[in-house]
């Protein structure tokens, strides 16, 4: 029986290390393995597969065990999605925003930005300034404009993807307690690994797009709705490097260090590290290593996130209103913003309080040396 699998993807990945997929599923393997895939193009059986492979190579593999294996992980059949709204977007209608006169653009663009904040001090972001209208107004403003600027990084990250020729899915998620817009790219694998960096990185590069600009209309003349663009963009930058969650940034360096599944490698390496297993963790790979630590830092530096940026938001909102209420605006105006800044830190504290539970009793074996599934 000849066995075809010239659908799969195969790409090289490392030093003896290819990614192999079906668009959905992906595994990484060793060259010879890739060298089975290639030959496995429906003109050979798995015997002739297996004679080529032994006089090409030096090694002897039992094709049809490896196919089973391969079926087993769901990588024999063509993945059946069904068609959404992103698949209609060609790679030569977004190829164009990932070229090298793209770059030029937003270089110019950061070069100007840049001059811009030198030559005029008040181009730079303070909260102070931040609220430029009855706190009512910027509050619906900030939130609309939250979400409107999250939907554009996460278009970018779509637009990336099919630039690529890669599926793309967008959907509502969490980080932490954070609730967080996702765009689901698997298909990434299946490309080179230098370009998996554009499909990261495209949501980044959109929100210093944005910065730049609003740099640039702020030098000509200040703009409160301007000006919280460039504050919510550059969060938006800041948030992705706290990347002891899987941010833009996290996807990054696991790509940049070879990493198929960084995070869950990094979490067992600390397990065995609290379990005093100095043998287990020995052959642990750099950047697991490097990572794992940072695991344990990064809350320090999502706090610091939260009181660099939420609360100060918070506050100057908080102190508009009260401003307004003593200059004698309608009450029900700074009264509504107060209910509604409320209302967003209690939807935090509720989320936050029934997901510390489940951390707490997560972390008690670990603690006492046991080995888990996290």
């Not at 990572?291 to 908080?318: D, E, H, Q």
């Not at 508009?320 to 105006?333: C, H, I, K, M």
């Amino acid at each position: 029986m000849k066995t075809d699998l010239s659908f799969l993807t195969v790409v090289a990945d490392g030093p003896d290390d290819y990614v192999i997929g079906n668009g959905e599923t992906f595994v990484h393997v060793p060259g010879v393995a890739a060298a089975v895939v290639a030959a496995l193009d429906g003109t050979r059986t798995a015997e002739e597969v297996r004679a080529r492979v032994l006089a090409e190579r030096g090694v002897d593999v039992d094709v049809a065990g490896f196919v089973t294996g391969l079926e087993s992980a769901g990588l024999l059949a063509r993945p059946e999605r069904p068609p959404n709204l992103w698949d209609r977007i060609r790679p030569g209608h977004v190829a164009w925003l990932f070229s090298r006169p793209a770059d030029a653009v937003l270089l110019l663009l950061t070069v100007c930005a840049v001059a811009a904040a030198v030559a005029e001090p008040r181009v730079l972001p303070g909260f102070s300034s931040l609220v430029w209208s009855n706190s009512l107004t910027f509050t619906v403003a900030f939130a609309a404009g939250s979400w409107l600027l999250v939907l554009a990084h996460e278009l970018a990250h779509i637009a990336a993807a099919r630039s690529l020729g890669v599926r793309a899915e967008l959907s509502l998620g969490t980080r932490l307690q954070f609730l967080v817009v996702q765009t689901r790219i698997t298909g990434v694998w299946g490309v080179p690994r230098r370009a998996r960096y554009r499909a990261h990185l495209a949501g980044m590069r959109a929100d210093w797009f944005l910065v730049c600009v609003s740099a640039c209309v702020l030098f000509a003349f200040d703009s409160g709705p301007v000006r919280l663009v460039m504050v919510i963009c550059l969060s938006q930058i800041a948030w992705q490097f706290l990347f002891f969650m899987r941010t833009d940034v996290y996807y990054a360096f696991a790509n940049a260090a070879g990493e198929k599944n960084l995070m869950a490698d990094a979490q067992a390496y600390l397990r065995e590290v609290l379990a005093r297993r100095p043998g287990r963790r020995a052959g642990t790979r750099r950047g697991v290593r490097a990572y794992a630590w940072f695991l344990v830092v990064g809350r320090v530096l999502g706090l610091a996130f939260f009181a660099a940026y939420t609360v100060p938001v918070t506050v100057a909102v908080c102190r508009r209103s009260l401003e307004e209420l003593d200059a004698g605006a309608p009450a029900w105006q700074p009264a509504a913003t107060l209910a509604v800044v409320a209302a967003g830190w209690l939807v935090y504290l509720v989320v936050l309080a029934r997901r510390l539970p489940a951390r707490l009793s997560a972390r008690r074996p670990e603690a006492a040396g046991v080995t888990g599934r996290s």
